[in-house]
């Protein structure tokens, strides 16, 4: 049993960075896989970000790589997405998730057992 608390969204101006966290409860945080997802006003949620039970491994939708780093620190049971050189377009509301790994499927939010509120992220021009 997970529960997740985000923090960090806010309005900002295109080009300005966020660094979002995703706080843990319990004791088993180390033994999931943890993602990150937004959803637009309008538009179904989509994957940005996913990192593995130890951090080694990261993927990133095509829309953010380059310009999104997501970390964990399972020490803290937390786990962030820092966000650089925001755009409009990277306005949504972001939710983190925790699955247990299962082989592939790390893209889809079908496939995450725990969700977080959300946090509004809003980038103006």
């Known amino acids: 049993q997970v529960q997740l608390v985000e923090s960090g969204g806010g309005l900002v101006q295109a080009g300005d960075s966020l660094r979002l966290s995703c706080a843990a409860s319990?004791?088993?945080?180390?033994?999931?896989?943890m993602g990150w997802f937004r959803q637009a006003s309008g538009k179904e949620r989509e994957f940005a970000a996913v990192?593995?039970?130890?951090?080694?491994?990261?993927y990133y939708a095509d829309s953010v790589k380059g310009r999104f780093t997501v970390s964990r620190d399972n020490a803290k049971n937390t786990v962030y997405l820092q966000m650089n050189r925001l755009k409009p377009e990277d306005t949504a509301v972001y939710y983190c998730?925790?699955?247990?790994?299962?082989?592939?499927?790390?893209?889809?939010?079908?496939?995450?057992?725990?969700w977080g509120q959300g946090t509004q992220v809003t980038v103006s021009s």
């Open positions: 998730a925790a699955r247990v790994p299962s082989g592939s499927g790390y893209l889809s939010p079908d496939n995450y057992n725990y």
């Open positions: 319990g004791r088993t945080f180390s033994t999931y896989t």
């Open positions: 990192i593995t039970r130890s951090g080694g491994t990261t």
